[in-house]
């Protein structure tokens, strides 16, 4: 009998070694499984995908100011029909006037938080980071490609009714939306080729990557983005906010009954149920006075009734006397 060396650490030699001593069943499994890949599983989107996602208020939330100024614009239509009406019930000739309905209240003025404050006397602002701007908290949310139309859409509305449109066709609404989504596509993807050439080649003779966006697309400066806001809807929405108050006085005034001229006032008399014309009734002449006449030309008219009667009382007297 032979001893065979064994080291440790070595692994014994398997006797039975070969395709006979697996079974057929496993064999052929095996090789279905090698020759016939797992498919990948697409994705299959769901209908009602969006309306499982709760969108963040902040997102689908309009400015303050730009809401109050479509109200006050609605508010200076209504006051405008309700002077028409006013001015075609004055012009009618019917005695008694239709009564006039109330004036609405002027929409209610939005409590404006403001973000920065200036230092008196220089005017300017101290440059405040947030955590977003500095890459800090949690990430903002993601929006799908629907939820962000339908946003997109409702700021386009928005800016429509904040010129002073009531109603526009859906395909002019959707015309517009794809306008500004290719505009804000065009300005993200200018923004990311100035960011990324800026941390490769440092800075190209602007503050920031934003500023050289802002040229590159025709804006201008930042700046001026200011300025429209201060302009186009801050000083806008005062402007609204005094023809609103210009138009409530003018309804105000309107709608007052009118004093009716001297001409069309009638003669209403008591007392007496029978007819009676204005030609029964007597009239009484007092003599013509001249431009110039004052209350001293009447005395000499009044002296002598007043001797007339001197001189009755007189004779009553005597004849008194001769009685007696």
């Not at 300017?124 to 903002?140: A, H, L, W």
């Not at 008591?270 to 029964?280: I, K």
């Amino acid at each position: 009998m032979e001893h065979v060396a064994v080291h440790w650490g070595e692994m014994p030699e398997s006797q039975n070694i070969g395709a006979d001593t697996i079974p057929v069943e496993l064999r052929n499994l095996l090789i279905l499984k090698a020759m016939k890949p797992d498919p990948f599983k697409l994705h299959q989107p769901c209908k009602q995908e969006d309306s499982l996602f709760e969108v963040p208020q902040e997102c689908t939330s309009m400015d303050s100011t730009v809401l109050h100024t479509v109200q006050l614009l609605q508010h200076c239509k209504t006051l405008q029909s309700l002077i028409r009406l006013a001015e075609q019930s004055n012009e009618s000739d019917s005695e008694v006037p239709k009564p006039l309905p109330p004036a609405p209240p002027v929409p209610e003025k939005p409590e404006r938080i403001q973000s920065y404050e200036y230092n008196f006397p220089l005017r300017y602002m101290e440059k405040k980071f947030s955590t977003f701007s500095e890459g800090q908290g949690s990430p903002p949310p993601r929006l799908s490609s629907n939820s962000a139309k339908k946003i997109l859409r409702k700021s386009v509305a928005t800016l429509f009714a904040h010129i002073g449109y009531d109603n526009a066709s859906q395909c002019v609404l959707d015309t517009m939306t794809d306008v500004t989504e290719e505009y804000i596509q065009k300005f993200t993807h200018l923004l990311r080729v100035a960011v990324d050439q800026e941390s490769v080649s440092g800075s190209a003779g602007f503050p920031d990557a934003m500023e050289r966006v802002f040229y590159e697309m025709g804006v201008g400066s930042v700046r001026n983005l200011h300025v429209f806001y201060q302009m186009r809807v801050l000083k806008y929405h005062e402007r609204m906010l005094r023809e609103c108050n210009r138009l409530h006085d003018e309804y105000a005034s309107l709608a007052l009954p009118a004093l009716r001229p001297a001409n069309d006032c009638q003669i209403i008399r008591c007392g007496s149920s029978e007819t009676v014309n204005e030609e029964d009734v007597p009239e009484i002449h007092f003599p013509a006075l001249g431009d110039g006449y004052s209350a001293d030309e009447l005395q000499p008219s009044l002296e002598p009734g007043f001797q007339m009667l001197h001189s009755l009382e007189q004779d009553e007297q005597l004849l008194a006397n001769q009685m007696k």
